[in-house]
């Protein structure tokens, strides 16, 4: 693991209340959390973290904006795709212990337990998650005002014709199956008769 103490937060000396936190996120990020950065051309985020501590849990909201430059899922040209979100996570402080029940430490998708003898807490990880869960699936051009893709023309006819020739060849070939099975059928019944 690579040392990320740029985000990590010191909070056991900070005073109850609101505390905001502003990170710029770009390629280099997704090297210090160890993640593939291969799909993305560029990043350029800022990520806003709102610290709301409370004596025995803590409140963080992440709000995510920026683009970051991918190929389209389509056409495979560049294009800058628009992040933002909104993503609220609690942190609840438990004792070393274990003396608190099982089922009531197990983390919960918005719900994180942390242990009491913490004195820090690394957001590093949870910037990489949120930040791909703002990310669509489908990563593909905008429409323009009228409606219509903006994804390269030239690509997608190429690919259309690409994608007919390869149906076509396929059917070809499931022919030449079928037929060959006959042949073996038939080649298997002269051999029975004889």
């Not at 390269?152 to 014709?161: C, G």
């Not at 390869?166 to 008769?193: H, P, Y």
């Amino acid at each position: 693991m690579k040392y990320r103490r740029e985000f990590e937060i010191a909070y056991v000396g900070l005073k109850n209340g609101i505390h905001t936190y502003t990170y710029n996120i770009g390629k280099t990020f997704f090297d210090l959390v160890e993640a593939d950065s291969s799909e993305f051309e560029s990043v350029e985020v800022q990520v806003v973290v709102h610290f709301n501590k409370h004596p025995d849990f803590f409140e963080l909201k992440f709000e995510i904006n920026g683009a970051i430059v991918v190929p389209c899922d389509r056409c495979g040209e560049v294009f800058s795709l628009p992040l933002w979100d909104e993503f609220n996570l609690i942190v609840k402080l438990k004792e070393p212990s274990g003396e608190e029940d099982e089922a009531d430490t197990e983390d919960d998708g918005d719900i994180v337990f942390l242990s009491k003898n913490e004195t820090v807490i690394d957001l590093s990880e949870w910037i990489y998650e949120f930040l791909l869960l703002s990310m669509p699936m489908q990563k593909i051009h905008p429409l323009d005002a009228d409606g219509n893709s903006t994804c390269n023309k030239e690509n997608l006819a190429l690919l259309d014709k690409l994608t007919q020739q390869a149906v076509a060849s396929e059917g070809k070939a499931k022919e030449e199956e079928t037929k060959n099975i006959w042949k073996g059928l038939d080649a298997f019944r002269d051999k029975n008769n004889n």
